[in-house]
């Protein structure tokens, strides 16, 4: 009849319990690891989540930026000089900050941040591969570049004079203007570092097919309070939070042609029964409230089923229709079972009307084919 009926297989449940795809967000942001770690802070809090998954170049999963790890970072560092964390390119500080690379290269840069605030002459800490920020200052501008400053970033819209820009390319330093503060470029520089320097390998993941119940405690007890649902390719495609466990929606199901919880499919103690439709006796299942159920003594559900789509002024479609002649006439063998009933009659009646069809033809051809096991 699927092949009558030029209807795809259908799918096999083999549960209806809650999976990771029934609860997970699919809109939230995913960060490269090398972006800097400012874009996936900001991410996070315009989508309020305490987690940004980090993905690689092919988009693979390679861990998550969290709300807790950035947070501790800044308190741990906060009367240390400031480092990069990792690797930085001149380029990422020059997004952060919003500025404009005057001179140099876009090369990687790795040492400390310091802010060029002393007197020319007091001691100073600046060594080869530092940042440097400073104001207006030409001299202080200079003495950066002579003690190896990699990159020398000029606040407030600072423009360097032609000795300073001279010295930079001789040192092979780069120059970069900020409409920043002293204050706030140097801050934002540390921000430019990349998301791998700060995120958490090995995150909790999961797939699609994985059962809640099997990933609930987890999710509770990670600080994060998430696992991240990924594909075959362990590319993010959803979040699941804490908050989602909290009384989730049950799966909705309609019980056809049985109403026995042996018989039905695994988890369905779990879901909410919305409506029974049946022509058997009254079974074992349970609801919690109070549901539509429909006990009626014909030979086959099926003449239910199209009598309810008369009743609405409804006609199935062609393949609908099909499948809905097969089941009454294989659940009354061809009209013949001692269950059938007028009511069966009228259906495959009027089923051979929308469909133009010889039903005793078309049962005898699939008790036929069913009798056939030379495969």
């Given at each position: 009849?699927?092949?009558?009926?030029?209807?795809?297989e259908?799918?096999?449940l083999p549960?209806i319990m809650?999976?990771?795809?029934?609860l997970?967000h699919?809109?939230?942001p995913?960060?490269?690891?090398r972006d800097?770690i400012?874009e996936a802070?900001?991410?996070?809090?315009?989508?309020e989540l305490?987690?940004?998954?980090?993905?690689?170049?092919?988009?693979?999963?390679?861990?998550?930026v969290?709300?807790r790890?950035?947070?501790?970072?800044y308190?741990r560092?906060?009367?240390?000089?400031s480092?990069l964390e990792a690797?930085?390119?001149v380029h990422?500080?020059v997004?952060?900050?919003d500025g404009?690379?005057v001179t140099?290269?876009?090369?990687?840069?790795?040492?400390?941040?310091?802010?060029q605030?002393?007197?020319v002459?007091?001691?100073?800490g600046?060594a080869?591969g530092?940042i440097?920020?400073?104001?207006n200052?030409?001299d202080?501008?200079?003495?950066?570049l002579?003690l190896?400053?990699s990159?020398l970033?000029?606040?407030n819209g600072s423009?360097?004079?032609s000795e300073v820009?001279?010295l930079?390319?001789e040192q092979?330093?780069a120059?970069?203007v900020s409409?920043?503060?002293?204050y706030?470029?140097?801050r934002?520089?540390?921000?430019a570092?990349?998301c791998?320097?700060f995120m958490?390998?090995?995150?909790?993941?999961?797939?699609?097919?994985?059962?809640?119940?099997?990933?609930?405690?987890?999710?509770?007890?990670i600080?994060?309070?998430?696992?991240?649902?990924?594909d075959s390719g362990?590319?993010?495609?959803?979040?699941?939070t804490?908050s989602d466990?909290?009384?989730?929606?049950?799966?909705?199901v309609?019980l056809?042609?049985?109403?026995?919880?042996a018989?039905?499919?695994a988890g369905?103690?779990?879901?909410?029964?919305?409506?029974?439709?049946?022509h058997?006796?009254?079974g074992?299942?349970?609801?919690?409230?109070?549901?539509?159920?429909?006990?009626?003594?014909?030979?086959?559900?099926?003449t239910?089923v199209v009598?309810?789509?008369?009743?609405?002024?409804m006609?199935?479609?062609?393949?609908t229709?099909t499948?809905l002649?097969?089941?009454?006439l294989s659940d009354?063998v061809i009209?013949?079972?001692?269950?059938?009933?007028?009511?069966?009659?009228?259906v495959?009646?009027?089923?051979?009307r929308v469909?133009?069809?010889?039903a005793?033809e078309?049962?005898?051809e699939m008790?036929?084919?069913?009798?056939?096991?030379?495969?």
């Amino acid at each position: 009849m699927l092949f009558r009926s030029d209807v795809p297989e259908p799918q096999l449940l083999p549960h209806i319990m809650l999976r990771a795809c029934d609860l997970m967000h699919q809109e939230f942001p995913i960060a490269n690891e090398r972006d800097p770690i400012r874009e996936a802070g900001l991410a996070m809090a315009h989508a309020e989540l305490d987690l940004v998954p980090t993905v690689d170049d092919k988009g693979a999963i390679v861990g998550v930026v969290t709300e807790r790890t950035l947070a501790r970072r800044y308190v741990r560092e906060s009367r240390e000089t400031s480092t990069l964390e990792a690797p930085t390119s001149v380029h990422a500080v020059v997004k952060v900050l919003d500025g404009e690379l005057v001179t140099g290269q876009d090369v990687q840069l790795a040492g400390r941040v310091w802010v060029q605030s002393m007197e020319v002459g007091s001691p100073s800490g600046i060594a080869a591969g530092d940042i440097v920020v400073t104001g207006n200052r030409p001299d202080a501008q200079r003495l950066a570049l002579e003690l190896g400053a990699s990159l020398l970033v000029l606040s407030n819209g600072s423009r360097p004079d032609s000795e300073v820009l001279e010295l930079a390319e001789e040192q092979c330093a780069a120059v970069v203007v900020s409409p920043l503060d002293t204050y706030v470029s140097g801050r934002m520089i540390t921000l430019a570092a990349p998301c791998r320097a700060f995120m958490e390998a090995d995150p909790l993941t999961a797939t699609a097919e994985f059962l809640i119940a099997d990933i609930s405690e987890q999710i509770k007890e990670i600080h994060y309070g998430a696992a991240v649902v990924i594909d075959s390719g362990r590319r993010p495609i959803g979040l699941v939070t804490r908050s989602d466990l909290v009384a989730p929606e049950r799966r909705r199901v309609i019980l056809v042609d049985h109403a026995e919880q042996a018989q039905s499919v695994a988890g369905i103690d779990q879901a909410e029964i919305i409506e029974i439709l049946d022509h058997h006796h009254i079974g074992s299942i349970e609801t919690r409230v109070p549901v539509r159920a429909t006990f009626d003594p014909v030979g086959s559900t099926a003449t239910l089923v199209v009598e309810r789509f008369r009743h609405n002024g409804m006609e199935p479609s062609r393949p609908t229709a099909t499948m809905l002649l097969g089941a009454v006439l294989s659940d009354t063998v061809i009209l013949n079972s001692a269950t059938t009933t007028e009511r069966d009659r009228a259906v495959v009646e009027y089923l051979e009307r929308v469909l133009a069809v010889d039903a005793s033809e078309i049962g005898r051809e699939m008790f036929e084919a069913t009798s056939d096991v030379s495969e």
